[in-house]
């Protein structure tokens, strides 16, 4: 009798022992099932952030593949048609890419010289300024021999806000001359020219400016985007 009793007990202690073993592993194996798998969905950039050391480079490459050369300035007077040329290749894709990362949008044509300029890109707008920091801070060269002289209805790049002896050239402003500005020839790059919309540039050269020389009111590039 002793021993049945033994050996019941020595089964039912058994018994448990298995069941906790059991519930111990299934609890553990729903832990593992569950465990979440975080992926990271940080949006990669498409481009490095440009600086003086990597432009050329950058552009050299991004000229290759790009091959637009005509864009529309969109603006609050109406729209100006743009012949970007090949032979400014630099100045050609870094037009094309800067459109095309919307560095343009929301800016003003902030300096009118009357029968002379119309010149673009500058803004306080705050949005602007963060977009255009997460592009680049950098200059281009100026290209000046390859034939272009500063006649009506062409596109120039102005030279850097930072002082430079050899006037290179800011990448987020461009002037449209409104009348033949020769003495220009040599310093600035001539980089396209005006297909469609002169009406539009002297329309924008009339408007009253203060002392500074900008509109008195302003007159905005809503965006430019690449056209066939």
């Given at each position: 009798m002793r021993v049945l009793l033994l050996v019941g007990f020595c089964f039912l202690c058994l018994n448990c022992e298995d069941k906790q073993s059991k519930s111990k592993t299934k609890n553990n194996t729903s832990k593992i099932e569950?465990?979440?798998i975080v992926k990271d969905t940080t949006p990669k950039?498409?481009?490095?952030r440009l600086t003086e050391d990597n432009v050329m480079e950058f552009f050299l490459g991004y000229e290759a593949k790009n091959k637009?050369?005509?864009?529309?300035?969109?603006?609050?007077?109406?729209d100006i048609d743009i012949l970007?040329?090949?032979?400014?290749?630099?100045?050609?894709?870094?037009?094309?890419?800067?459109?095309?990362?919307?560095?343009?949008?929301?800016?003003?044509?902030?300096r009118v010289v009357k029968n002379f300029i119309i010149q673009g890109g500058n803004t306080d707008n705050g949005q602007v300024t963060s977009r255009r920091r997460k592009i680049g801070k950098y200059l281009l060269p100026t290209d000046t021999n390859r034939g272009y002289t500063h006649k009506r209805g062409?596109?120039?790049m102005p030279s850097g806000e930072i002082e430079n002896p050899h006037k290179l050239a800011s990448p987020y402003e461009f002037f449209i001359t409104q009348q033949d500005a020769y003495h220009l020839d040599g310093d600035y790059?001539?980089?396209?020219?005006?297909?469609?919309?002169?009406?539009?540039?002297?329309?924008i050269?009339?408007?009253?400016?203060?002392?500074?020389?900008?509109?008195l009111r302003n007159i905005y590039i809503k965006t430019v985007k690449i056209i066939e």
């Open positions: 569950t465990k979440a950039r498409e481009f490095p637009e050369n005509k864009v529309r300035i969109v603006t609050s007077s109406g970007l040329y090949d032979k400014t290749k630099f100045h050609r894709a870094n037009f094309i890419f800067l459109a095309k990362q919307g560095a343009f949008d929301n800016t003003q044509f902030h062409v596109i120039s790059t001539v980089f396209g020219e005006v297909i469609k919309g002169m009406d539009i540039v002297d329309k050269n009339a408007v009253d400016v203060d002392e500074a020389e900008w509109p």
